[in-house]
């Protein structure tokens, strides 16, 4: 399956904690991207970082990238509960089309 | 600015009758469009994508087809639903391959 995998499935940890959430992948890509869902909700687009990349920052948010391993982490430092929600990452395996891993469920205690 | 509208948002239907989503873009020419279906609590499973008028491409073998009629238009359809076709419809757009996704507000489908 060329589908990307998360890891942890889940995460509980306390407001002002880093998250720190992981992909992997089997085959090349171009691009990985990380989304953002809230139960019930579309997904939202947080942070794309390309194969030449390897690493980008948006706000309390850090990707890596590392192509070598084929993994990605995401980051995310002093969080907060209206981060709870889950996180996807997705890949385009170099072509038209974006796959979207199995997701982690982030859950931040107030 | 951009915008994608998906409807409906909720959607309850008996097994073998027939299903329409439809999702429009405003805002942009010629955009990549695609339908995912999310299962409770799982990841998003590819159904179609289509990166032109008349150009859909289908991921898994299923019960369900896509059309776009128009450039800005994406159609899912299924003739009879089955029970299995229960899930959350998303539809979304980008503006060519390698962009991120703008996604659809759902359709969360129930078959009963």
């Known amino acids: 399956s060329q589908q990307g995998e998360e890891d942890p499935q889940a995460l509980s940890i306390q407001e002002g904690e880093n998250a720190t959430m992981n992909c992997s992948y089997k085959t090349s890509i171009n691009n990985l991207q990380w989304y953002r869902q809230n139960s019930g909700r579309g997904l939202v687009h947080l942070i794309l970082i390309r194969s030449n990349e390897r690493e980008k920052h948006s706000g309390r948010l850090r990707v890596t990238l590392d192509t070598s391993k084929k993994s990605s982490s995401l980051l995310i430092t002093a969080s907060r509960a209206a981060d709870t929600a889950s996180y996807f990452c997705?890949?385009?395996?170099?072509?038209?089309?974006?796959?979207f891993g199995t997701g982690t469920r982030l859950q931040v205690f107030p | 600015s951009q915008t994608i509208h998906q409807w409906p948002a909720t959607l309850v239907q008996p097994v073998g009758s027939p299903l329409s989503l439809e999702c429009t873009v405003e805002?942009?020419?010629?955009?990549?469009l695609y339908w995912y279906r999310q299962a409770a609590g799982r990841g998003l499973q590819l159904l179609f994508y289509?990166?032109?008028?008349?150009?859909i491409s289908s991921e898994v073998p299923q019960n369900l087809s896509a059309s776009r009629p128009q450039d800005r238009q994406f159609i899912l359809s299924s003739k009879k639903l089955l029970l299995s076709d229960s899930g959350f419809y998303l539809c979304a757009w980008s503006r060519d391959r390698d962009e991120k996704l703008f996604f659809g507000s759902g359709t969360q489908l129930s078959v009963l």
């Open positions: 997705a890949t385009d395996f170099n072509t038209d089309k974006l796959i």
């Open positions: 805002g942009t020419s010629n955009p990549n």
């Open positions: 289509s990166v032109g008028i008349g150009q």
